[in-house]
């Protein structure tokens, strides 16, 4: 059974960090994409950051380029989402998923495997 699970959320002050984390379990991964999610009151499940389980480019949507990060460790079946210079339109529920559809990486809906979520809420 296939198994994503977020940590890492949490409330922070405007210009803050915070990394999230995924675990995943339940089958090899190697030929998925993993991405992260958000969403917020509201507003349509919004595409974050996409990569390739076996590495490559990794792609972001605008508004988080050169703040957030996203990564894997391949050893420890997890992917991380550090993200920094938070503010508050970055406040959302984030939510990680893995598709093998890789010409789709950023629409939602085209992604197999859904973690719960984490709430990160960013204070101005």
């Known amino acids: 059974q296939v198994q994503l699970v977020e940590s890492g959320g949490g409330l922070v002050q405007a210009g803050g960090s915070l990394r999230l984390s995924c675990a995943a379990s339940?089958?090899?991964?190697?030929?998925?994409?993993m991405g992260w999610f958000r969403q917020a009151p509201g507003k349509e499940r919004e595409f974050v950051a996409a990569?390739?389980?076996?590495?490559?480019?990794?792609y972001y949507t605008d508004s988080v380029k050169g703040r957030f990060t996203i990564s894997r460790d391949n050893a420890k079946n997890t992917m991380y989402l550090q993200m920094n210079s938070l503010n508050p339109e970055d406040t959302a529920i984030y939510y990680c998923?893995?598709?093998?559809?890789?010409?789709?990486?950023?629409?939602?809906?085209?992604?197999?495997?859904w973690g719960q979520g984490t709430q990160v809420t960013v204070s101005s």
């Open positions: 339940g089958r090899t991964f190697s030929s998925y994409y």
């Open positions: 990569i390739w389980w076996s590495g490559g480019v990794p």
């Open positions: 998923a893995a598709t093998t559809s890789a010409y789709y990486y950023s629409d939602y809906r085209r992604y197999n495997y």
